[in-house]
């Protein structure tokens, strides 16, 4: 058994800058708000009941879960900058392999496989989703234009998004970087601009809302919870919307300085994007939602009007212009849209990004076929990974496509399992790799991990039990996730138990073949 230590070929091209922005483009604000309200609008509990009202606070519950992960993702990269493309991958192995005791580091190559296949169920299933938003976006922006796109068609855009995104990836992570950038700064700006236009049209009432036509009569409403499950399932939602500051931690091979940037890049993403600009958006956005909402066809009006439609946040762009731009509410809402529309190209390109620099780290172990390890001669990146992710995004791009918000939510679910999976092991392995070493810090290294790990069980958890028992849709979201993940899990033990059956390696070795530590 090996460490990392390995030559990537990549280039050292990215400061701190770079490996923030890139981080950041994962999260994206500005795409999610319009992208995920529908789906935490149309969420229900066990008797039916909507579970929106908890919005906001679920994302307050996803975003401390995150933040504890987050600390424990800086602490391992700070530990371990020569991580390369590894990211997680490397860490669950270096942590055991750096125990003195042979009876521990006997378990860093089944610690890295089960790793690697949450990072996998994550990163390869996230692109996919985006490229089912996309097609959603698309559909809905010709739908106010009046044309009614067929399903077919609407697969075709899904296909033709995943090709140019992977594109993109295939030129490398510099022309990646100057575009998120670019993403980020449009974004943000468009986000302000929306959410206090939202908070006035809610101080002023320009249309004269009764005190009970408010979604929520007070602001209260939405700081407060309602109830703990729709809380906890609404986090289980909410988490898709802050991912991607991990993401960081992909890019140590091209890196200048990873030792000190990573760590830092990981919170600071974390930090802009999802305390202040998803906070602050969400909180406009419930704010000034309204019985004033109605459905196209006149019969539903506010959360069950945002709930059946596919941009509710573009419905209420349009209402808030109509007042405040001299009627110019659809003008408004289309300059929103093409923010969406550049976000969620920089989303799904991040995300291609880290998942397939994780593949080509586990490549390089033998992990995965050696197809996912070769690299383009011009741009040095993972070639061959990119465009079999470009098949398997526009397969699940496809799912998401053709079955609506039931079948969006359920590959959102599935990529979810996998972060949350993935967010747990890493708050394990920093009590793992820190414990009894000489740099161990009682409450970075054990209090912060042993909390994120908890909490992360608990949205585990929430997916498996709560969306089984709710029944309806809800339970049928449920089963497609954790259908996907299945697969996944079966082909990737399948995969581990032949190669180890051909290369004669134990998956976990006995204490005595690990007599010197590697």
């Known amino acids: 058994m090996t460490t990392q230590s390995r030559t990537t070929g990549m280039k050292k091209t990215l400061g701190l800058t770079g490996v923030t922005v890139n981080a950041m483009a994962l999260i994206a604000p500005g795409a999610f708000l319009w992208m995920t309200f529908q789906l935490q609008a149309a969420n229900t509990d066990i008797a039916g009941n909507s579970t929106a009202k ?19 993702y800086a602490e391992l990269a700070g530990k371990y900058p020569e991580a390369g493309t590894g990211s997680a991958y490397y860490f669950a192995e270096k942590a055991f392999l750096d125990r003195e005791e042979p009876s521990h580091r006997r378990w860093a190559r ?36 009046g044309y009614a796109m067929p399903i077919w068609q609407q697969i075709v855009v899904a296909w033709l998004f995943s090709i140019a995104v992977g594109y993109i990836a295939i030129r490398g992570v ?8 670019v993403i980020n700064v449009i974004q943000l700006v468009s986000l302000i601009v929306f959410s206090i236009l939202a908070i006035i049209f809610r101080v002023q009432n320009p249309l004269g809302v009764s005190a009970t036509g408010w979604y929520h009569p007070a602001v209260t409403s939405i700081v407060i919870p309602h109830n703990l499950g729709g809380l906890l399932f609404q986090s289980t939602i909410a988490i898709l919307i802050l991912v991607g500051f991990e993401s960081s931690t992909a890019f140590a091979a091209e890196a200048k300085n990873p030792k000190k940037d990573i760590p830092r890049a990981v919170i600071l993403a974390l930090v802009i994007q999802g305390l202040f600009a998803y906070l602050f958006e969400y909180f406009a956005a419930n704010y000034a939602l309204s019985d004033k909402l109605v459905s196209a066809d006149g019969t539903l009006k506010g959360i069950a009007a945002a709930a059946a439609s596919g941009a509710p946040i573009g419905d209420m762009a349009i209402q808030i212009g109509n007042v405040f731009l001299g009627g110019n509410g659809f003008a408004f809402m289309l300059v929103i849209a093409a923010t969406v529309v550049i976000a969620i190209i920089g989303t799904t390109l991040a995300a291609m990004n880290t998942g397939v620099r994780i593949s080509f780290a586990m490549a390089q172990d033998a992990e995965m076929p050696d197809i996912m390890g070769l690299l383009h001669d011009e741009y040095a990146t993972p070639m061959m990974g ?18 609506g918000v039931v079948a969006l939510t359920g590959i959102t679910l599935a990529s979810n399992l996998g972060t949350f999976i993935l967010y747990g092991l890493i708050c394990g392995l920093t009590v793992v790799a820190f414990i009894g070493k000489a740099d161990f810090n009682f409450f970075k290294h054990a209090t912060l991990p042993i909390l994120g790990l908890i909490g992360n069980v608990i949205l585990v958890l929430t997916i498996f039990i709560v969306g089984i028992i709710t029944g309806g ?40 073949q690990m007599t010197t530590k590697e």
């Open 473 to 512: 849709t809800t339970a049928q979201e449920t089963y497609l996730a954790l259908g996907i993940s299945g697969v996944w899990l079966i082909a990737s033990v399948l995969y581990l138990i032949i190669t180890s059956g051909q290369k004669g390696q134990a998956i976990v070795p006995a204490a005595h």
């Open 174 to 181: 510099t022309g990646s970087t100057v575009a998120s950038v």
């Open 54 to 72: 908890d919005m906001w606070t679920g994302i307050v519950a996803a975003l401390i879960v995150a933040f504890l992960t987050a600390f424990a």
């Open 110 to 145: 089944i610690s890295k496989f089960i790793t690697g296949w949450a990072a996998h169920l994550f990163y390869w299933v996230y692109p996919g989703v985006m490229v089912a938003f996309f097609a959603v976006l698309v559909t809905y922006i010709l739908g106010v234009f």
């Open 386 to 403: 990119i465009i079999i992710m470009i098949i398997v995004s526009g397969v699940i791009g496809t799912i998401g496509t053709l079955g």
